[in-house]
T-cell receptor, first 115, second 112 residues
Framework: NAGVTQTPKFQVLKTGQSMTLQCAQD?????MYWYRQDPGMGLRLIYY???????DKGEVPNGYNVSRLNKREFSLRLESAAPSQTSVYFC??????????????FGDGTRLSIL | KNEVEQSPQNLTAQEGEFITINCSYS?????LHWLQQHPGGGIVSLFM???GKKKHGRLIATINIQEKHSSLHITASHPRDSAVYIC??????????????FGTGTRLTIIP
């Protein structure tokens, strides 16, 4: 059972380049999330999707776009990468079956460096 | 937004010691999450609790809703417990309790 799969695991970009981080879950979860983790800071929510076809901005959405392609997949796009977007990115999912406070399941992360 | 503070930021202990990690938050919540981030980076959910105490093996989590405080205890600590432990609480404006605010984590190192 793969859980939440993120690709790629590592990426180096030049300022101004674009790229898409991929995330897929095989747990039939409704909600999916993109976070970034920076040194000395807690995980911060970039975008959130409560169900297929819906997305919502989180705490730090500027410079990012997302696409909930289907129930399984939630991608994060950097249109014009900036050094401030150097970070470790995590995708997560949760059941969101209506019951509150359900655990989130995380991917292994993508370490992204912008030069 | 809920403010989450964890203490200590770093903790080094000898194998076998009893470990306590603390988490305080500013706004009342319905439940609190404890997560573990492995040295390789992966994050797993350990506990979700809304009252009292929960125990999984050598890990015990407690919460005091009135004092807005939770603790994570590890009994008979082992080097494999070395990780970053993170607490997280729901966003008070998110009625589905799906959006979380995370603490900065406590880095635990257990020396053999």
């Amino acid at each position: 059972n793969a859980g939440v799969t993120q690709t790629p695991k590592f990426q180096v970009l030049k300022t101004g380049q674009s790229m898409t981080l991929q995330c897929a879950q095989d747990m039939n979860h409704n909600s999916m999330y993109w976070y970034r983790q920076d040194p000395g800071m807690g995980l911060r929510l970039i975008y959130y999707s409560a169900s297929e076809g819906t997305t919502d901005k989180g705490e730090v959405p500027n410079g990012y776009n997302v696409s909930r392609l289907n129930k399984r997949e939630f991608s994060l796009r950097l249109e014009s990468a900036a050094p401030s977007q150097t970070s470790v990115y995590f995708c997560a999912s949760s059941p969101n079956t209506g019951a509150p406070n359900q655990p989130q399941h995380f991917g292994d992360g993508t370490r992204l460096s912008i030069l | 937004k809920n403010e989450v503070e964890q203490s200590p930021q770093n903790l080094t202990a000898q194998e076998g010691e009893f470990i306590t990690i603390n988490c305080s938050y500013s706004v009342g919540i319905s439940a609190l999450h404890w997560l573990q981030q492995h040295p390789g980076g992966g994050i797993v959910s350990l506990f979700m609790l809304s009252s009292g105490k929960k125990k999984h093996g050598r890990l015990i989590a407690t919460i005091n809703i009135q004092e807005k405080h939770s603790s994570l205890h590890i009994t008979a600590s082992h080097p494999r417990d070395s990780a970053v432990y993170i607490c997280a609480v729901p966003d008070p404006l998110d009625f589905g309790n799906e959006k979380l605010t995370f603490g900065t984590g406590t880095r635990l190192t257990i020396i053999p």
